[in-house]
């Protein structure tokens, strides 16, 4: 572009390239017919987890579907969403499994196959047998369907009512009614399954929980796309009744649209819906405030707790490789600061490290275990530059600090969010990111999840990265999609915490990177759109004249606050 014969770009267009991908994203919906029971006094709980090859040809864990209980043909409500590269070979594999609580699972079967062979299949439909390859034996069908992603950011937000249900308990009950909400493929000409709500017990007029629903999910961004609500009486052997249905489109959703609902054989009248909340979200994408000048800051804190393992012992998680191998920690923050620095423009991050007693020279208390320290042993600074300045201060950390324990997070959390409170006051255009890699269990979850609950109303969003082998159950609740609830009753407006297993992706750098930074985006984005702050126009670099000093112009994060 010219303007007065001068050449200018976007600000961020070479930064912007590699989250806006020219890779097609496809929305990948499963379901499974005739499955293996392997329960014996009840039916198999199964759930699907999915494997995608990254450009080392490594199959890595990259998403699942929810559990159906009680159910040998489950069609889940859960889409996974993938890259397809047309001209890469890309080899996944669907493992089918059957859930039985507290993390434990039976296997009944896998499928390998490619996302070529996916797409390529007539109406992007593939039927494909689940094989135990240890015994050499088929166990039930997966269903596999695929669709292109379309560009939409919308975002729907409903609540619906039910009238005069038909009841199907009898004269000693009421209904148990809950909704399944599908979209029709006219690829496969079958109807899919993209959102289920709860139940709620003997209620003929039934209110459901609002939620949101994205339009991508909804109607792939097609709001004349044919749609169909079913009404289900829950039951507890799993064999629901049915009660009615509604077709529609997306263009007909309003505030109180109501809709009657009629059984599907027989014509007949069994109900009436009403949408009694609507509102559509128009949501920018992430592209847009990059390009407005939204930029990321990095902070990393990393645990020096005592079940690290001693550091000089080869078994240490912390072990420093004298061939230079990197160890879990530092293969962790190589992976993801690979890719999260290119959104950052100072490229000065913040080191801190948590559960040790800290020696460095002129430490006030060397016998005493710090639960937020600067790695760089100076805690008016503890801004390094660039990824090798994060090396090399967790090596500096290494040789200057005792590992002890207990892990706490609150620590830690609380600093990120005294630091995202002042950029927030100085540069509401800086969105903080805290990666924090840790061993284990924490100690102080309520006051964790109460930082976090507090958290949700800052610019901040928190990466969990578990290293080695030990049982990382607390994390998973600490990313409940669902929202957390602190102490006090209050839940999280938005999501802000991700975890993600380090020994699910040992040896594919690339694609724990992209797992660790999945949701920055949308968390980017809800965040910003909670307290109605919409891009700024694209800023705009006159490249002839600012070329020089472009890096000095950037306006930083500013001074840290000091440690409180």
């Known amino acids: 572009r010219r303007v007065h014969g001068e050449k200018y770009i976007d600000q961020k267009s070479l930064m912007i390239n590699s989250w806006e991908s020219d890779r097609e994203k496809v929305e990948v919906f499963l379901s499974c017919r005739k499955l293996k029971n392997k329960d014996a006094f009840s039916k198999s709980d199964p759930f699907v ?5 990254g450009d080392n040809g490594v199959l890595s864990y990259i998403s699942k579907t929810e559990v159906v209980k009680d159910n040998l043909n489950p069609n889940f409500r859960t889409s996974i969403i993938i890259d397809f590269v047309f001209e890469v070979k890309q080899p ?10 507290n993390g434990n699972f039976d296997y009944i079967g896998e499928v390998m196959t490619t996302v070529g062979q996916l797409m390529g299949a007539q109406g992007q439909q593939s039927i494909l047998d689940v094989t135990d390859i240890h015994k050499k034996q088929k166990n039930g069908k997966i269903v596999i369907r695929c669709e292109k992603v379309a560009a939409c950011n919308d975002i729907l ?8 249900l038909k009841n199907t ?10 909704l399944r909400f599908f979209r029709y493929s006219e690829q496969t000409s079958t109807w899919i399954l993209v959102h289920q709500t709860e139940w ?4 003929l007029n039934p209110v459901w929980k609002p939620f949101q629903l994205k339009a991508q999910k909804l109607c792939n961004g097609d709001y004349q796309k044919q749609l169909k609500i079913e009404c289900w009486d829950w039951e507890k052997s799993q064999k629901f009744q049915y009660i009615g249905e509604a077709l529609l489109n997306g263009s007909m959703l309003s505030q109180n649209f109501t809709i009657e609902l009629k059984d599907g054989k027989k014509n007949k009248k069994t109900g009436t819906l009403v949408l009694k909340q609507f509102n559509l979200i128009q949501r920018p994408s992430f592209i847009e405030y990059l390009r407005g000048g939204v930029q990321l800051n990095f902070m990393v804190a990393i645990d020096f707790t005592g079940s690290n393992g001693i550091p000089t012992r080869p078994e240490s998680l912390h072990y420093l490789h004298p061939a230079g191998y990197p160890n879990q920690y530092q293969a962790a923050i190589q992976a993801v600061g690979d890719i999260i620095l290119n959104y950052d423009f100072n490229k000065s991050i913040a080191v801190f490290g948590f559960g040790a007693k800290v020696r460095f020279p002129n430490s006030p208390n060397p016998h005493a275990v710090s639960h937020c320290f600067a790695c760089s042993g100076n805690e008016n600074n503890p801004e390094v530059l660039g990824l090798q300045g994060i090396m090399q201060s967790y090596n500096y950390a290494l040789t200057n600090v005792e590992l002890a324990g207990p892990t706490y997070f609150a620590p830690i959390i609380q600093r990120s969010l005294e630091i995202s409170s002042y950029t927030q006051s100085q540069n509401p255009d800086v969105y903080q990111v805290l990666l924090i890699l840790t061993d284990g269990e924490i100690h102080d979850m309520q006051k964790t999840i109460d930082l976090i609950v507090e958290g949700s109303n800052l610019p901040l969003s928190i990466i969990i990265v ?10 998973e609740t600490l990313d409940g999609d669902s929202g957390l609830i602190d102490s006090r009753g209050r839940r999280t407006p938005r999501d802000l915490v ?5 020994t699910n992706f040992a040896g594919n750098g690339p694609e724990l990177a992209r797992q660790v930074l999945y949701e920055i985006p949308d968390q980017l984005v809800e965040y910003y759109r909670i307290i109605g702050r919409k891009p700024n126009p694209p800023v705009q670099l006159n490249v002839e004249h600012n070329a020089n000093n472009f890096i ?3 306006i930083g994060l500013g001074q840290i606050p000091l440690k409180s």
């Not at 996944?92 to 609580?101: A, M, N, P």
């Open 49 to 53: 987890k999915v494997y995608l090859a």
């Open 200 to 203: 709620i017990m003997d209620n």
């Open 466 to 475: 578990g290293v080695g082998q030990a049982d990382f159950g607390k994390m």
């Open 157 to 164: 937000f409903m609540g619906w009512a039910g009238i005069k």
């Open 552 to 554: 000095g112009n950037v």
């Open 169 to 178: 308990d009898g004269l000693f009950g009421k209904s148990d009614p809950f």
């Open 498 to 502: 991700q975890f993600v297993p380090f």
């Open 92 to 101: 996944i594999k669907f493992e089918v499994l059957d859930d039985d609580g």
